[in-house]
Every structure is written in structure tokens, then in C-alpha cells.
């Protein structure tokens, strides 16, 4: 299953490979189970308000969710699938695009990296997925090269931040530490997800600046919106 279409008032519902481009756009990815996106409605709020973030209001969002689920439904059917979103708040057009999904990788060995928007840390635009632009591809690459599953982040200071794909929490004793928001891609997993996945393991989640010697105590999780939450190492 690979299907792709546009939505909004600024197209022709032709699907041109927006996925892979290089350029700076909202995006966000999800799981369908049954035909039925997961929480759709906070994806469409994520693209929107990284479309907000670029000046570029699109108000027209809200209204394709009705035909954007129906064709979901259609094309995957029963069959569990990942939802790819890209916005072009320019050209007003969404693009959707359906492939099989991803599951998590075990084991998952994390390759320790330096994040390449070290410098920008404490700008507001990189909480919103795809405005950072592609850093993302290049960092899993050379993880790969490494013998990694994925690439976990450093800040400047030597704090740990997020993967090229996913956010980052460590359970030690009881508590499931999570790093500050700001600089790193704001996690849907982490808000919508976290609270229930935490309470069912009877861990209180904090937020600290979470410094490389706590991964090595404690069990790195990761989690995204796609694959959920799963176990990881350092190399």
C-alpha cells in the first residue's frame, strides 16, 4: 500500500512526491488502525499551528477532515497503515500519503551524537515538526553507518534532547524523566500518550535537563506517534 493525495481548496487532488522534499514545511505522521486515523484531530492542530508559526494562517484546515477520513477509510481499508501529512500553507494544499507501518525497532541501539540545531536551541520554530527543516535524514544515515538503530541527541552542553525520530524519556526508580521542551520537535506521543503509558507502569513523569549519566543509569524509552513506545541502548 502506497497511496498518495491532496486536499484544500488550492489543488487538483493530484499527489505529487511532496514527502521527501527539502524544504521547510508543517508535517506530522500517525497511525491508522481499522481505517481510523489516531488522533487525527491533534495532528490537523499541529500542522496549523506550525502554519500559524510561518505567518501563514490556514483556516481551511479544520474542513477537509471529513473527506481526508473518508478517503483513509478507502484506500486502507482494514489493514494497519501510517498517515503522512505535509502542509503548503503557500499553495493551500494538504498531502496525504498512505504506506504500510513502521514498527518499532528491537533491539534499538542509539548512536550518541551532537544535535545539529545546537545553536538555535532556544528558537521557538523548531517545536514545530518539519519547520527545522530535513536534519533529521542525515543523523539517522550516520547512525546506520555506526551500527545504530537511530541517533541520540546532545545538546552544546552535553544534556540529551530527542532522537532524528522520536522523543526520549529515562525511567530510574519510580520516575520517567523527560528533557525541557525547548529546541527539540514537540512530541504528540509525549502528550496525548505519555500520561496513560506512565501511569499503567506506576511512574510519575518530571521534566529535567537530563544529563548523559542518568541514560546510563536509568532504561532510555523512546516514543513517537507511529511505533508507540520502545526500550533503547546506547552503543
Known amino acids: 500500500m502506497k497511496r498518495g493525495r491532496q486536499f ?39 500542522l496549523e499551528a506550525g502554519a500559524l508559526a510561518l505567518g501563514r494562517p490556514v483556516d481551511w484546515l479544520g474542513g477537509i477532515r471529513f473527506d481526508l477520513e473518508a478517503w483513509v477509510k478507502l ?53 514545530h515538526k518539519g519547520l527545522g527543516g530535513p536534519w533529521g535524514k542525515e543523523l539517522l544515515a550516520q547512525a546506520r553507518r ?15 534532547a530527542e532522537t532524528s525520530m522520536a522523543a526520549v524519556g529515562i525511567e530510574v526508580g519510580g520516575v520517567f524523566w523527560v528533557p525541557p521542551p525547548e529546541g527539540r520537535v514537540a512530541s504528540l506521543a509525549e502528550r496525548l500518550e505519555l ?16 544529563p548523559l549519566s542518568l541514560a546510563l543509569d536509568g532504561q532510555l524509552w523512546c516514543m513517537n506517534a507511529l511505533r508507540g513506545f520502545w526500550p533503547a541502548t546506547l552503543l
Open 75 to 127: 484506500v486502507a481499508g482494514t489493514e494497519e497503515a501510517a498517515l503522512r501529512l505535509v502542509l503548503d500553507p503557500g499553495t493551500a494544499l494538504l498531502t496525504a500519503w498512505l504506506e504500510p507501518l513502521p514498527v518499532a525497532p528491537r533491539p534499538c541501539p542509539l548512536a550518541l551524537l551532537s544535535h545539529p540545531l545546537g545553536a538555535r536551541r532556544l528558537d521557538p520554530i523548531l517545536r
Open 146 to 160: 555506526l551500527g545504530a538503530q537511530d541517533a541520540l541527541l546532545q545538546w552544546p552542553d552535553g544534556s540529551l
Open 8 to 46: 484544500g481548496p488550492g489543488g487538483t487532488h493530484l499527489a505529487p512526491d511532496v514527502l521527501g522534499s527539502q524544504d521547510r514545511r508543517p508535517r506530522t505522521a500517525l497511525p491508522v488502525f481499522r481505517g481510523v486515523p489516531r488522533h487525527l484531530e491533534a495532528h490537523l492542530q499541529r
Open 195 to 210: 500520561p496513560a503509558w506512565a501511569q499503567a507502569r506506576e511512574l510519575r513523569v518530571e521534566t529535567a535537563v537530563l
